[in-house]
DNA sequence: GCTCGTAGTTTTGTATACAATGTGTACGCA
DNA sequence: TGCGTACACATTGTATACAAAACTACGAGC
């Protein structure tokens, strides 16, 4: 069991909370009370920011402190024009150059993002997704195309957050769908067909997308108020 | 006039070395012998080095320092395999997006690269047309890719760098085609000519490559040294 | 003779005190 | 009353001293 230090658990914390939402886009971030929250002094809380602001996690802002990476329209427009290109092209290149150990990091991921579905944990479940996507990021060896993928995954498990509630049943069978399609993905990158695992990665980025759509642009409230009032009971 | 803190030089001045390959990839970084010789102390040197490692300029070795980011065969292999992509798909976003003041900028960095080239200064020629690439980065908007494409940069001018011979005449020709090559990818931006731009941009970047692999692959040394004797006074 | 262990040195990591910058507020003056 | 300035407070930035970790060299044991 790796001890981690007061400095990692400070690192990995705030990546949590970031990505979690539990601290929102454009919070700020006050130097003295994450120290002492983390125990420990403001220079070495300071590098944690500074690495943050490495992944695009946060951003710094001369004499005025740091805050959480800020998530606009224009962001989140960008977002859905810039992934498709880059998750295909970094599956495709997963697909040839991944190794076993890093196969077994992707099960394992998958496993977790199971038992997250299982136990109906969203946080648990957006966090093994993240590290999921994060692993084929990896056996993609692109530095290049996995900083472009860093700050993708960051706002993708942000965005998921953002828009998650509880899980209807339709919402329910979608993640089920998103789950084959982990495992459909991984039979494909174990079996070095670059061609499949670019279609089967564009399949499952469509699906996510239709799930954030679904909450960003919501069936309208019924017009004719009147007759909702009859269904009332029916539900 | 802007008055650059210590700091804000030891930045500038690092990364300027880093890409002119005066510090060579993978050299280590001595901390104490960096901070006297900008004149800051530890604290704020270990602040710049956290940032070029963002920026990917640099690596952290945990309690072993930082080393210039290497460039190894695999890294040189992966860059030319993604820049192509990646300096596509900007440009045609560049093209959508540009703002005129932007555009000023990308003039301006042109200007910077033909004094350049006319005073013979490689180093200045190299800086300048990083810049001239990274401005049309900023007019895509896009900062995913952008991540991507600062890395690629980064390796791109190192590479250029590494590769550079004192301007022959055949040299000098594909330099003052990559200028006019510039020339036309600003008209093209300013017309927002999406998909003129990518296929100029395709072209600048198929000139680089040749211009690369010229001094990665150069002619062979002549088999025949009896005959290459007679011609020795033909040069 | 080789390996392992250990002491000393060098280098990195952390805490704290202090300086500088930014921000808010209250007061004076028009 | 409105605006500007100045002062006080809060927050960030820097330096230095100290602690911890890694590297080196030397010596003992096998």
Redesign the pocket.
Known sequence: MPKL???EHCLNDLRHRILMVDLEPGA?????SLADQY??????L??VLQRLAGKGLVV?Q?????KVAPMDLATMRTFFQTAPLVYANIARLAAELRTSSQLDDLKAAQSAFLAGTRARDPGATALANHRFHAVIGEMAHNPYLSAALARLLIDHTRLSQTFYRPASPAEQVLVVKASDQHDAMISAIEAQEAALVTDLTLQHWDLSRDRLERFVRPDPLPVDVISLKDKRHAV
Chains 1, 2 share one sequence.
């Open positions: 230090s007061a400095k700020d971030l006050d130097e003295v125990g420990l002094s403001r220079t070495p300071r590098e710094l001369a004499n005025r402190g740091a």
